[in-house]
């Protein structure tokens, strides 16, 4: 397989070159260092995977997207930037094997997104029968997005459209299904059965699986743990839907059930569980709708700062569960759903809010894979009705108080938006969006700033070696933190060290 890299920065050409080169030895790895470069290396040989800048001088990332799409439509795109403007590449990352991340990701987040391209391209090029790789993935998506299954669909993905399905939710410690997928492939089908994979994000998989003939759930299980010992014990973790789901009702359980699995904490092995099954005890779920129903009269009566405090209270209180309980989520979810409706409906007779304004937008249960993405649309859309459109000025600035103070006292770990946003318990593009509105900097540029920063005190007020300063900040590549240092300090970590500024 061959991989182009491609970047004006030459630096960061040869930084990915060498980082590819040491993580895939058996790919051909080739690199250009203009769009110019690039396109004349397309013209001359196949290029399955691309990893490029969108910003390039002479030729854009994106016109480069173009030629490449012409020459190899199924080459698999990976766009590298330092510029966190989701804007910028909404168009590119809407086509199918593009991805985009921002240069400041740490090299394992990299490389695990060029592992994936990899696979992707495989399963593009490996011969399928009698379906093409566009049409499994196209029947894939449908199922994600919980389009209705019939027995076509079922068939493009190689299971028979008239019998029941058995799911398993597959979560991986190192965020690399691959290896646990494949073994599973291999063995679990046995006889008669078949298989079938639903990617949903890093290290998560949904398992579709008809038993062979005569299989028991045993069975079962005696595989799971076989694929398990594939991946290594340890480092992941299976959830076994104890029911069959028939095909007429495989799209709102395939949602269901991973609503349900992806909030338990990762513990190691195989689980078997039975979805109708109640978690809680009557007084959680006695006290939460006690709590609820207090909340509609604070809406009632405008007092709108306890509402969202009580909200939030909520949803913390959910997010200790150790197991949702679908049925009782659905009703919360809906039952603060018709309450925010119904206070948009009543300042709409009152002459409304001001300035910002908009009614809620009903959304399904059943259009979110996750039970906290359901939580944070709810919490959104009351900010949104209660505070005008965003929240309050004393409110942004308590925010980013908070963030850029937890930034600077963490610069050593993971900092990901998704984390931060989990954190604080805001939706990601909410807080993006606020924290550049006040900052007047993206938040990914602050928390490599932020990084930099601490690199400069270490560098001259401690005797540690340049790797051991690289990982104290969060950067686990001393090679990747040496170039990353000079591009915002101008000089190199030892020529600061020195007093060479």
């Not at 959680?284 to 009566?301: N, P, V, W």
């Not at 039970?371 to 942004?396: C, H, M, N, T, V």
Request: net charge negative; charged share 30%; hydrophobic share 40%.
């Amino acid at each position: 397989m061959r991989l182009l890299i491609v970047d004006d920065e030459p630096h960061i050409v040869d930084w990915l070159h060498d980082l590819m080169r040491s993580e895939f030895p058996d790919m051909d790895v080739r690199k250009a260092y203009s769009g110019i470069q690039a396109r004349e290396m397309l013209e001359k040989e196949k290029i399955e995977l691309l990893i490029s800048d969108i910003r390039m001088p002479k030729m854009t990332g994106l016109e480069l997207m173009r030629l490449v799409r012409e020459k190899w439509p199924s080459c698999h795109i990976l766009f590298l930037t330092g510029y966190g403007e989701f804007d910028y590449v909404y168009t590119a990352i809407q086509q199918k094997g593009v991805r985009y991340l921002l240069k400041t990701e740490d090299d394992e987040v990299i490389v695990r997104a060029v592992r994936e391209m990899a696979r992707e391209a495989a399963e593009d090029n490996a011969p399928d029968g009698s379906v093409d790789a566009d049409r499994r993935h196209g029947a894939v998506e449908a199922i994600r997005r919980g389009a209705p299954v019939d027995r076509a669909m079922l068939g493009i993905l190689g299971l028979d459209g008239d019998a029941p399905v058995r799911l398993v939710f597959a979560r991986s410690r190192g965020e690399d299904t691959s290896v646990l997928t494949k073994a599973a492939e291999r063995i679990l089908p046995g006889g008669a059965g078949r298989f079938a994979a639903v990617p949903l994000s890093e290290g998560e998989e949904c398992w579709l699986i008809q038993h062979g003939a005569g299989e028991s759930q045993m069975d079962m299980e005696a595989c799971l743990s076989e694929a398990l010992t594939a991946k290594g014990r340890g480092e992941a973790q299976l959830f076994l839907r104890s029911q069959p789901v028939p095909p007429a009702e495989l799209s709102a359980a395939f949602r269901a059930w991973i609503r349900l699995c992806s909030g338990l904490p990762f513990g190691p092995g195989i689980l078997s569980l039975d979805p109708s099954a109640q978690s809680g005890s009557r007084l959680d779920s006695q006290r939460r709708k006690t709590l609820i129903e207090s909340m509609e009269f604070m809406l009632s009566r405008g007092e709108n700062d306890r509402y969202l405090q009580s909200m939030d209270q909520l949803f913390s209180d959910l997010q200790r569960d150790e197991r949702p309980d679908e049925r009782q989520y659905t009703r919360i979810y809906i039952a603060l759903m018709l309450q925010l409706i119904s206070g948009a409906e009543r300042a709409s007779v009152s002459g409304g809010p001001s300035d910002g304004f908009s009614a809620p937008s009903f959304r399904s249960v059943d259009s979110f894979l996750r039970w906290p993405d359901a939580f944070s649309y709810l919490r959104d859309q009351a900010r949104a009705l209660l505070g005008g459109g965003i929240k309050r000025e004393e409110d942004q600035t308590s925010l980013t108080d908070t963030l850029t103070e937890y930034i600077e006292t963490h610069v050593s770990e993971p900092l990901s938006l998704t984390a931060l946003a989990e954190l604080i318990h805001y939706n990601p593009s909410y807080l993006s969006r606020i924290f550049k509105e006040r900052m007047g900097i993206n938040l990914n540029d602050y928390i490599l700033q932020a990084r930099m920063r601490k690199a400069c005190v270490l560098l001259r007020e401690s005797g540690d070696k340049i790797a051991d300063v690289a990982r104290k900040v969060g950067i686990r590549d001393a090679r990747h933190f040496a170039k990353l240092f000079q591009r915002y300090v101008g000089v190199t970590p030892r020529a600061y060290r020195e007093g060479k500024t």
